[in-house]
């Protein structure tokens, strides 16, 4: 996959927890924990938002494009 999910980064960074985020963010500890791992297909905006406002980054801080190597 060309997306990579960095926010176990950017957690780490912040020094916070998957449940005080869950907790601050609204959403299920399992949903961020895919969220964490890159075991998700999709992301809401509204939840996006939320992380990115509650970790104080950016997006791109989180998500990070990587081009597929050619076969």
Do not use: H, W, Y
Request: proline residues 1%; positive net charge.
């Amino acid at each position: 996959m060309a997306i990579i999910l960095r926010l176990d980064r950017v957690m780490a960074d912040r020094k916070i927890s998957l449940n005080e985020l869950s907790e601050k963010v609204g959403v299920a500890n399992v949903n961020l924990s895919k969220l964490k791992t890159g075991k998700v297909s999709a992301v809401r905006f509204s939840t996006l938002n939320a992380i990115c406002d509650v970790l104080d980054c950016q997006p791109g801080d989180i998500l990070e494009f990587q081009r597929d190597s050619e076969k």
